[in-house]
Every structure is written in structure tokens, then in C-alpha cells.
């Protein structure tokens, strides 16, 4: 039996979920504009509705700090496993690192999310929580390290002056596009490195 043209548009398609809707989310910042884009349109565009787009993400916004966050619950992952011989910036520089590779086909899509947070002001109003995690992931790591609580002044000078230096790498990527963004960022971290007096 044929199905009714319109009945595959109808609820929830197969397959649709968070990765779907950051993807759809993208596509429609980068086509008509973040500002110009609705919830509803994202919503229409994967065939669910606004309230089912709201159990995913709490504002448009949010969509975009998904991988981001996800990196976050990497980095505590990786940071556990660090052999306790590792000289603890030299490690702060693999994890991170090796945190950011990306294949060459997933390129293209980290260059446009961050040039969407970089760009539009209401995206880089909503990046404290984020990069507040992402630095909290590292400050925890070498409090462990150093036998201080995480909220010490070097262990939040660790943290915090590891997200400026990669930042400061994926600015350097974005505007150059010269090397692999992994190269900036061990460029970065090499030189972090040596100002804390503990080269690799």
C-alpha cells in the first residue's frame, strides 16, 4: 500500500534526536541567521514539535554547546586515566589535545559552529557555563595533582589559563585554517607548559 505523501512528515521521523537537531540547527543559523532563526523552524525542519525540541536543548542557544560539553565530560574522563608519572602540564597538553582531534570530514562543521559562537553576540553571551565546566575540568585535575582543593589560586590559574590558551589556538585555527587545529593547540599548550616550569 502507498503511503499518504504527507504521512512521513507526521510526529517524531525515525532517527531524530540531539545530533539531529544541533545538525538542523546549524544548517538554518548558517542559511537565515541565528537571530532570524525560530525554534519553531529547527522544530518544523526535523518534524517534531516545539515542546519535544525543549526536552533536548532549554533554548536555541544551547544547541550549539552540545559537543562542547561533551568535550567536558571527555576531559574528566581522560584526566582519570593519567599516569601519575606524567608531569602534570605535560599531561594537561595531551588530554586537551587529543581531546581535539578531529577527522578531516567533521572539519568543516567544527569551523562553522565556532565561527557562529565567535560571531554572534547572543551565542557568545551564553558561553560562561560552558567554558566555567571546560576550565573546571583541568583546575580539578591539578588540584588532584598538587594536594589542593580546586578552588586554590594555582590550580584555578591552571585551569583558567589553559581554556585562554586554547582559546587563543582556536582563534589562531579559525583565522588561518593553516594546519591542523591540533597543531595550534600543542604550539599553545607547549608554551603554557614552559611558563609553569614544567616542560615535556
Do not use: C
Not at 571546560?134 to 590550580?155: K, M, T, Y
Amino acid at each position: 500500500m502507498t503511503p499518504e505523501p504527507n504521512r512521513a512528515a507526521r510526529g517524531r521521523p525515525r532517527g531524530t534526536d540531539k545530533r539531529q537537531l544541533e545538525l538542523i540547527a546549524m544548517r538554518l543559523f548558517t542559511e537565515q541567521g541565528f537571530d532570524e532563526t525560530t525554534v519553531e523552524q529547527i522544530a518544523a525542519a526535523a518534524g517534531i514539535s516545539g515542546r519535544t525540541f525543549f526536552r533536548y536543548f532549554p533554548t536555541k542557544a544551547e544547541v550549539l554547546w552540545s559537543q562542547f560539553d561533551e568535550e567536558v565530560t571527555a576531559l574528566h574522563a581522560a584526566f582519570a586515566t593519567v599516569p601519575d608519572d606524567v608531569a602534570m602540564m605535560t599531561a594537561v597538553r595531551r588530554v586537551v589535545v587529543n581531546a581535539n582531534r578531529y577527522r578531516a570530514e567533521d572539519v568543516p562543521e567544527l569551523r562553522t559552529r565556532m565561527h557562529l559562537i565567535g560571531a554572534v553576540p547572543a551565542l557568545a553571551a551564553t558561553a560562561g557555563p560552558h567554558y566555567d565546566a571546560w576550565e573546571r575540568a583541568v583546575s580539578a585535575f591539578a588540584a588532584r595533582r598538587l594536594g589542593q582543593p580546586e578552588d586554590a589560586l594555582i590550580p584555578l590559574a591552571v585551569g583558567r589559563t589553559t581554556l585562554a590558551a586554547a582559546r587563543a589556538a582556536f582563534d589562531a585555527w579559525l583565522a588561518r585554517a593553516d594546519a591542523d587545529l591540533t597543531v595550534y593547540l600543542d604550539e599553545a599548550l607547549v608554551g603554557l607548559a614552559r611558563g609553569f616550569g614544567t616542560t615535556s
